[in-house]
């Protein structure tokens, strides 16, 4: 299983830009990669998936590098709510696991 | 579209009696549920993986006859906490892949909102 590395936490302000980067050295031909968000007490939620290149929906964008081994999670012009636990996770099928996942603080 | 349920939200119960907790797939049929356990400031821990019509099959150091795990239905998965000790005080989790792969997503999951379990 590719397993997943993230910064333990990162602090924003109101209206920036925020890039989560998630390496996974080891990901497998068949994996995906997958974005949750999670506030207290929630199950998490799905931000977005891709497999390579870029993936972008209404609220996220998703940069993949050509060897897969790092993706980034950017989170355009985020607000005191976006303050969450993101979790980076890389599998297939029923092979996801979650890793320590990301705190990301936004500040007013 | 893609909720998922969980019943109860929150239960308290005595040392060594059982909970059940129910997780449903409310507008989509899941072949696979999954259970996760959670501790605060944690992440989800993966506890096991279940298809409906068959056995859960659990991970490492997950007691099965302690976590039993029914996935009777395509909507439905059940986690029964037998014996519950202080110890299994926890954020329990359930999610649901829609389908078979390639519905809605590839490995794509959508989870439930949680059980708060504590065990007095």
């Known amino acids: 299983l590719a397993k997943t590395t993230q910064p333990i936490s990162m602090d924003s302000y109101e209206g920036q830009e925020v890039n989560i980067t998630c390496s996974h050295n080891?990901?497998?031909?068949?994996?995906?990669i997958t974005w949750y968000q999670q506030f207290p007490s929630q199950g998490p939620r799905f931000i977005i998936q891709?497999?390579?290149t870029k993936v972008t929906n209404e609220v996220a964008s998703l940069f993949i590098p050509a060897d897969r081994k790092s993706s980034t999670l950017s989170l355009p012009r985020v607000s005191l709510s976006d303050t969450a636990v993101y979790y980076c996770?890389?599998?297939?099928?029923?092979?996801?696991?979650f890793g320590a996942g990301t705190r990301l603080t936004v500040k007013p | 579209g893609a909720v998922v349920s969980q019943h109860p939200s929150r239960v308290i119960c005595k040392s060594g009696t059982s909970v059940k907790i129910e997780c449903r797939s409310l507008?989509?049929?899941?072949?696979?549920m999954f259970w996760y356990r959670q501790f605060p400031k944690k992440s989800l821990m993966l506890m096991a993986t279940?298809?409906?019509?068959?056995?859960?099959?659990?991970e490492q150091g997950v007691e099965k006859d302690k976590f039993l795990i029914n996935h009777a239905s395509l909507t439905l998965s059940t986690l029964t906490v037998t014996s519950a000790h202080p110890e299994d005080s926890s954020f329990y989790i359930c999610?649901?892949?829609?389908?078979?792969?390639?519905?809605?997503?590839?490995?794509?999951?959508?989870f439930g909102p949680g059980t708060r379990l504590t065990v007095t």
């Open positions: 999610s649901a892949r829609p389908g078979l792969a390639g519905d809605m997503g590839l490995g794509e999951q959508y």
């Open positions: 080891n990901i497998a031909t068949n994996d995906y």
């Open positions: 891709g497999y390579k």
């Open positions: 996770l890389v599998g297939a099928n029923n092979d996801m696991r």
């Open positions: 507008d989509f049929q899941a072949t696979t």
């Open positions: 279940s298809n409906e019509g068959s056995k859960a099959t659990y």
